[in-house]
């Protein structure tokens, strides 16, 4: 089995970044990984997505069509886009400030994201909508918020890295100046996605690629491992159960 993650933005939002902390972590955890980035006019605000597939059974780079298990959209306009990448019951996580196009300058339609968001909302199950200015206050810059919605995936249990895997990529991949801010970056994106996880029960489904990682637990964090696992289901058997009432 392999896990597939699509990050979609326009250029200057670091998407390509958070491909690389993805991959860097995956191999960090011993998960075989392949990536790809497609970048366009991306210095000119145009579009931009990274694929990241994890897993024995990943043998292209690009992600196929109704195969990604979550993707991660910096923009709400390139969500709805590249919506035809996510999988049946698959997961995304999508900010909710938009970035308006130069044709928006020459032909003012309006646009504010709204629209994509509320489609997004009625379309997609298992959906987390996050602003990264409100998410990145703290920060100072939403430009964190490349770093920060990796933690958002990971407190929401759509990553299966560590915690501490996660922390060294970053460390070991981000300029030095700036680990720091990207750590806590990181952090602040955890507690949102623990919110989001503990809000939808339903958000957080177990794959494959979690159980791959287990390969590499000490005996202490399958227990954690194993802990969590077990108050996700019983969340999601309440939440069931609370429905058929």
Same mark, same amino acid.
């Given at each position: ?35 790809a980035e497609t970048i ?21 780079p690009l992600i196929p ?114 680990? !720091?801010?990207? +750590? ?6 955890? &507690?949102?996605?623990? #919110?989001?996880?503990? %809000?939808?029960? @339903? ?16 005996? !202490?964090?399958? +227990?954690?491992?194993l802990a969590v696992k077990? &108050?996700?289901?019983? #969340?999601?058997?309440? %939440?069931?159960? @609370?429905?058929?009432?």
């Amino acid at each position: 089995m392999s896990y597939n993650i699509l990050l979609c933005g326009v250029g200057g939002q670091g998407t390509v970044l958070a491909s690389k902390l993805l991959a860097a972590a995956a191999e960090l955890s011993g998960v075989r990984v392949i990536s790809a980035e497609t970048i366009g006019m991306a210095q000119r605000g145009g579009p931009v997505t990274s694929h990241v597939r994890m897993g024995e059974d990943a043998y292209a780079p690009l992600i196929p069509k109704k195969s990604a298990d979550l993707i991660i959209a910096f923009e709400p306009a390139e969500a709805v886009r590249n919506l035809d990448y996510l999988k049946k019951g698959g997961a995304m996580i999508v900010n909710s400030n938009c970035i308006k196009p130069v044709t928006e300058s020459l032909h003012p339609t309006g646009y504010d994201g709204s629209a994509m968001t509320e489609y997004l909302q009625k379309t997609v199950k298992r959906l987390v909508v996050v602003n990264a200015e409100d998410l990145c206050k703290d920060l100072g810059s939403a430009k964190f918020f490349n770093v920060s919605v990796l933690g958002l995936a990971l407190g929401a249990g759509l990553l299966s890295f560590t915690e501490e895997n996660m922390v060294k990529t970053i460390e070991g991949t981000v300029k030095e100046a700036f680990v !720091e801010v990207n +750590k806590k970056a990181f952090r602040i994106g955890m &507690e949102e996605g623990l #919110k989001a996880r503990n %809000a939808n029960p @339903e958000l957080c489904i177990e794959t494959e690629v979690h159980e791959m990682n287990r390969r590499g637990m000490t005996d !202490e964090e399958e +227990k954690h491992f194993l802990a969590v696992k077990e &108050e996700i289901e019983r #969340k999601r058997q309440k %939440a069931i159960a @609370e429905k058929g009432e």
